[in-house]
């Protein structure tokens, strides 16, 4: 097992689309395990994705159960990951292993279905909420060569907000 | 830039179009770096205040910003501070206070609050509504150095006294 060198914004290949897996083989298990573990060793990060260590292919690893009492799927790995469905929105505080010392706003869909590979390559489907549903929208961004910066809102004006999306 | 110094500058004068690319252009061409910074513009005024950069004492930063504060209008002050980059706290807490507004109102919860552990890392209010009847409204973001629950109880003393408030532990994610 390996830990993979994290890279932080500005390197360009965080801005870059990442392309579908065609095939799960030992080389992509490997990628997988270090993946992991790459995540698991950054300090509170729930989520990576392949583009954040530098290879651009469409893999996502989530882990939100250090978080108690939310609904949510455990470890899951998420290969060639789409979201179907979106409902709600809300505003939540997001920070990134590739943007340290800082955290921002950001609207996420409060309510997702999403489908994905899993590790063994057979086909899966996931409702999703809360926490682990806007986890999963940031590692699916860095998909699509986005980070949260993209997506900033303002910190004030909170009343306002809940207006307009309640 | 060895030896650097920081400095905060804050301007506050009457509002226009185009103080903040003025200020920052003479900043920059007279060699200063900007840190963090807060502008907004508060009843008609613009108010600015911003950590910078500077390799040269006080004096030859007055030189540098001094003849564009005065043609723009903007009073002035500068502090050297024992400034530094890449220390934010992280806030876990975010307090919305509104209600008919009157004197006292965030001197009484922001009183309360600090009691109850309320570390205040940003705080925005502004006052909506009509002449006639005014409306108060504050965001604040913060640390709860005691926990949320015993903010949670200070919040409903706060309510007590008349206003509406909320708060919201804020989760951050990391991915």
Request: charged share 25%; with cysteine.
């Amino acid at each position: 097992m390996a830990l993979l060198n994290i890279l932080q914004y500005p390197d360009p290949l965080l801005k870059q689309m990442a392309e579908p897996v065609e095939a799960i083989d030992n080389e992509l298990e490997i990628f997988i395990r270090d993946l992991e573990a790459t995540m698991r060793a950054g300090p509170g990060g729930v989520g990576i994705a392949a583009p954040q260590v530098g290879i651009l292919k469409r893999i996502i690893i989530v882990d939100v159960s250090s978080k108690p009492k939310i609904k949510q799927h455990g470890r899951l790995v998420l290969i060639n990951p789409e979201i179907t469905e979106w409902e709600g929105m809300a505003k939540g505080r997001e920070g990134c292993m590739s943007v340290p010392d800082y955290t921002g706003n950001v609207i996420r869909a409060k309510n997702i279905k999403l489908s994905a590979l899993n590790e063994q390559g057979e086909p899966c489907e996931y409702d999703m909420e809360g926490f682990e549903a806007r986890a999963v929208q940031h590692e699916i961004d860095h998909l699509d060569g986005l980070l949260f910066l993209d997506r900033l809102v303002s910190r004030h004006h909170d009343l306002f907000q809940r207006k307009v999306y309640k | 830039m060895p030896n650097t110094r920081w400095y905060m500058l804050s301007l506050i004068g009457k509002d226009r179009s185009g103080i903040v690319a003025h200020v920052t252009s003479a900043l920059y061409e007279g060699g200063c770096n900007l840190g963090e910074a807060s502008m907004i513009r508060l009843g008609g005024n613009f108010s600015m205040m911003l950590m910078v950069q500077f390799n040269g004492n006080m004096h030859a930063l007055h030189e540098v910003i001094d003849n564009e504060a005065e043609s723009l209008d903007l009073h002035l002050h500068i502090d050297h501070i024992e400034g530094r980059l890449h220390d934010h706290l992280t806030p876990d807490v975010r307090i919305t206070v509104y209600g008919a507004d009157r004197a006292g109102i965030v001197a009484k919860v922001t009183g309360v609050l600090a009691e109850a552990g309320l570390h205040i890392l940003d705080l925005e209010s502004d006052v909506a509504g009509t002449a006639e009847k005014p409306i108060y409204v504050m965001n604040i973001e913060g640390h709860a150095a005691d926990g949320i629950p015993v903010l949670r109880s200070a919040l409903e003393i706060v309510k007590k006294e008349g206003v509406d408030a909320s708060l919201d532990e804020i989760d951050t994610l990391i991915g």
